[in-house]
């Protein structure tokens, strides 16, 4: 009969929330295993594209504030380990009519939770961002401590980390089949069977195939991100340019980056879900249609931006029902815990996602505010 390893924890996806939650597991004296499907980073899932944006007045629910309050502190405590610039702080400017989603929510955040913050008149927004051309009556929310995220070195920089603080974490080695029953919970990969007293399942858009018992669906899509070579690149270099978010009159929002030597050209991409596919199939390669997702913006919004095109890379959105992440104990089994459904918005709350899971793996709770992410909102629903 063949060995079975044990562990305290197994970590199934060691992306931005996987690789998080083995670090904080492993420093907290946890005996974790951490398996991955591919290579540790890569690009084939939801953390790349060389940027991903932090902001605190969350358009999205004010609920989410508390959350980013304490992930900045785990951000800055994160550069401070790994000794990396990881983190960039800008400022953000959110913009579209007054009373629409992004301008309107964000607003709600900021001052629900007291966020330093200004709001800009079209006039004002012209006066101190010339780069950007706004429609008559629309507005914007200037925040100072937005900015943005390095997503491939934070993996990497987590990753590290928790290697060396004792985790063992596998690449290349697929889960083939998992149980959970009263006593904790076993894995089979092709190389091996584990088990462990807790498994916690980070796996982006293959939560669907991983979780099919869950009985909440998980729609994978398919998202372009674009860089182009601006007309004038002096006006959109890191320092002087934020970043920024744009209601799309067809819906969802535009948003961008200023530019930096993670990858040459400005960063530009349509927040909203894109196409529905399997991520195991999905249409890597560039696709009729994929430049006009985000070109639009750039000739109605930022005319000095609108130059050639660099490059085109695509993600994979795991969108949720309600488009909020769904963080639990899996209802029928008491020894597993997930995190999926992040529709998006989800990796700058990696930080505090690795706390997050590991208080719920290792004492069953947490003192952090995520019961509103919880499963029962969908029950609630259908009541």
Known sequence: MRHMAAYDVIVIGVGAMGASTCYELARRGVRVLGLEQFDIPHALGSSTGFSRMIRMAYYEHPDYVPLLKRAYELWDELEKASGQ????????????????????????????????????????????????????????????????????????????????????????????????????????????EYAAAHLVFTGGAWSGSLLHDLGIPLQVTRQVMGWVWPNQPQQFALGHFPVWAINNPAGGLDYGFPMHPENPGLKIAHHAPGRPTDPDKVAREPLPGDEETFRPALRRYLPAGDGPLLSLRTCLYTNSPDHHFIIDHHPRHEHVTIACGFSGHGFKFASVMGEVLADLATKGKTELPVKFLGLRRFSDEEE
């Not at 610039?85 to 989603?101: A, R």
């Not at 200004?118 to 507005?139: I, S, Y």
């Not at 929310?141 to 900015?147: N, V």
């Not at 987590?158 to 063992?168: P, S, T």
């Open 85 to 192: 610039k990881l983190l960039h702080l800008t400022v953000g400017l959110y913009m579209g009519p007054p009373g629409g989603e992004v301008v309107s929510g964000s607003l709600a955040s900021a001052r629900r939770h007291g966020l330093p913050h200004e709001t800009l008149d079209r006039a004002q927004l012209a006066e101190r961002f010339r780069q950007f051309q706004l429609p008559d009556g629309w507005a914007a929310l200037y925040e100072p401590r937005a900015g943005f995220l390095l997503p491939e070195k934070v993996i990497a920089a987590y990753a590290d980390l928790a290697l060396r603080a004792g985790a063992e974490i596998h690449g290349r080695e697929p889960v083939l089949q998992w149980h959970a029953d009263d006593k904790g919970v076993t894995v089979r990969t092709p190389r091996g």
